[in-house]
Every structure is written in structure tokens, then in C-alpha cells.
């Protein structure tokens, strides 16, 4: 069964920090790559931190230094730490996850997403 859930999100003030959650299927989580994408209203959802199968990660220029992406292979778990939070981190967060070249896209199955939305 293909599933992902994503869990954690909420309202924060500007500075504050959430860890999100995706509880995905091992079919999933097998992937070679586990990710956090984002995605507000009339824009395309974008890729935020990226976790290979082996640890490397990679990040958007955006949340560099801020967020940290992590895996629980035991639990089939992926987890964004997110800190000092902005008012532009505002967004629903997705976890997806892709083995190859092409990443997920509208058309491929996604969660329902975790909405972040950091306001004072």
C-alpha cells in the first residue's frame, strides 16, 4: 500500500521552530531519496530538504542553516526540524519521495500535507 502522512505543522511566531512528521509506506520510503517539498496558493510546489537512502542531504537556498532533515529508517519515518522560522516559511509541507532522476510530480501520488503557518 502506497501512504504517506504528514503530521506536525501549526501556527508559530516569527523565530519559533516546529518538527514535522511523514509517516510513509516502505514501499516509499525505499526510494533512494526522501524529501519535504512546500506549497502555497498559485505557486508549484517546491522542493525544501532532500535525504538520500546513505545520509546526504541537501537544502534550499531558502531554509539553509534553519531546517535539518532527517530519517528513521526503524520507523519508516522522515522528519523536518524546522528553527528560527520566517513569515515566507508559511506554506503546506508534503513529503514525498523518488528513486532516479524525476522527481514527484502533480500527477504522482502525494500525502495531504501539514500546514506551517508562522504569523505574531
Known amino acids: 500500500q502506497v501512504q504517506l502522512v504528514e503530521s506536525g505543522g501549526g501556527l508559530v511566531q516569527p523565530g519559533g521552530s516546529l518538527r514535522l512528521s511523514c509517516v510513509a509506506s516502505l514501499s516509499i520510503f525505499n526510494r533512494y531519496v526522501m524529501a519535504w517539498f512546500r506549497q502555497t496558493p498559485g505557486k508549484q510546489r517546491e522542493l525544501v530538504a532532500s535525504i538520500t537512502r546513505v545520509g546526504n542531504s541537501n537544502y534550499a537556498d531558502s531554509v539553509k542553516g534553519r531546517f535539518t532533515i532527517s530519517r528513521d529508517s526503524a520507523e519508516t519515518v522522515v522528519y523536518l526540524h524546522m528553527n528560527t522560522l520566517k513569515p515566507e516559511d508559511t506554506a503546506v509541507y508534503y513529503c514525498?519521495?523518488?528513486?532516479?532522476?524525476?522527481?514527484?510530480?502533480?500527477?504522482?501520488?502525494w500525502g495531504p500535507g501539514t500546514r506551517v503557518t508562522v504569523s505574531s
Open positions: 514525498n519521495g523518488w528513486t532516479g532522476s524525476r522527481l514527484p510530480g502533480p500527477l504522482d501520488y
